[in-house]
């Protein structure tokens, strides 16, 4: 563990989590931080796609040979893959540095761990000069640290809409998308993703910004990149020549980011921890001949309507929790899925059980426990 995270270890925000900027305001205006020193910014907010649409778009520039800086939520493995510039996370020594020598503004202005994780971030990005800087939301976007006050010029894309952190955004649609278009400056240039016409319609009807809406009828089939991948991929090119003024080629191979649509063996990782996410990805996960799922989410998600969900793709289900985790689930109690508490016991259970396809879905954080325990089994 780094001294950043043994820092927050034991600190358990989420039982009183204060939705505010103020916080983060604070810290950036002690450090003296000006938007200036990450150059042009793309702001990326929503429920669905802001991972794989801010990565299609980091490798984008980096292919188009300009300097640019990513920073995403959550990570898979390590806290460094937050935090991205030109092709390489931040060093465990970068990281310990900045922290050690921001510490006491961390601690005076009670900086959350994703708030200070973004403060270490923007001084990180600051010092190398990026030419675009790419910032992905954490959880909504009003109060999102990455909606600090201190940027204000920047190009604002808003992914695919739906259900997700109700105890923090509500559980209406409508007070969702607006915590979502809160990052939205008076004169920001706002690109859409696809949306249901209703989604895209209030939109419209309430932003006067210059608006550009992306339309199914222009989401690109890409065997390359699986549905809803592609709808992704084609955000992601548009946004590109938003700011060139020119098309991305094709023949540039992409990457989609980890734990999405990865294959190991028979084992397919692809995380996606809400409801609306989990029924766009169902009809991918059809064409793999899925014999058995493993799955799990934090406690503030909709647990039993999403595995009603995977039980259209298929009837074996094994809930499982996420170790050392908080927010973990800590039972399930449903004739739906079997409950094995470790994921471990989960993972040898599914393998000796099934010789079919295993998917493990739901939270990243899960997506990348299986990761390394399986690595680990490949080592033995």
């Not at 810290?27 to 794989?52: M, P, R």
């Not at 040979?65 to 990513?70: D, E, H, I, R, V």
């Not at 590109?240 to 540039?252: A, H, W």
Request: glycine share 4%.
């Amino acid at each position: 563990m780094n001294k950043f995270e043994s820092y927050y270890a034991e600190k358990y925000e989420f039982k009183n989590l204060e939705l505010s900027l103020s916080r983060i305001n604070d810290a950036l205006n002690e450090v003296k931080f000006t938007q200036s020193t990450l150059d042009k910014i793309i702001h990326i907010a929503g429920t669905n796609g802001k991972g794989s649409t801010s990565y299609f778009l980091y490798q984008m520039l980096q292919n188009a040979g300009y300097k640019t800086a990513l920073f995403t939520s959550p990570h898979i493995l390590k806290i460094n893959e937050r935090i991205v510039f030109n092709g390489k996370e931040i060093s465990d020594d970068e990281l310990n540095n900045i922290f050690v020598k921001h510490e006491q503004t961390i601690i005076n202005n009670n900086l959350s761990y994703f708030e200070a994780i973004f403060f270490i971030a923007v001084i990180f990005f600051s010092t190398n000069t990026p030419d675009f800087t790419i910032l992905e939301t954490g959880m909504g976007g009003r109060y999102d640290a990455t909606n600090t006050a201190l940027i204000n010029e920047k190009l604002c894309v808003i992914t695919s809409m739906g259900y997700d952190h109700a105890a923090y955004l509500g559980n209406n649609i409508y007070s969702i998308i607006n915590e979502k278009l809160g990052i939205i400056r008076e004169n920001s240039h706002v690109i859409l993703a696809y949306n249901n016409k209703t989604i895209s319609s209030y939109i419209s009807k309430h932003l006067s910004n210059k608006l550009e809406i992306i339309t199914k009828d222009i989401i690109e089939k890409n065997n390359n990149y699986p549905y809803p991948y592609n709808e992704n991929y084609t955000t992601a090119k548009i946004i590109y020549k938003t700011l060139l003024n020119k098309d991305f080629s094709d023949s540039n191979i992409l990457r989609l980011p980890p734990c999405r649509m990865e294959v190991i063996g028979r084992i397919i990782l692809d995380g996606s921890h809400n409801l609306s996410g989990i029924i766009k990805l169902k009809e991918s996960w059809k064409n793999y001949n899925i014999e058995c799922i493993i799955f799990t989410v934090t406690n503030d998600r909709d647990i039993y309507n999403t595995i009603k969900i995977l039980k259209t793709i298929c009837n074996n289900i094994i809930v499982t929790t996420l170790p050392n985790n908080m927010r973990s689930i800590e039972n399930f109690k449903s004739d739906e899925g079997k409950f094995i508490p470790l994921p471990d016991d989960a993972f040898d259970y599914a393998l000796q059980q099934y010789n079919g396809n295993i998917l493990v879905t739901g939270s990243f954080y899960l997506c990348a426990y299986m990761k390394e325990y399986i690595k680990r089994c490949n080592n033995e």
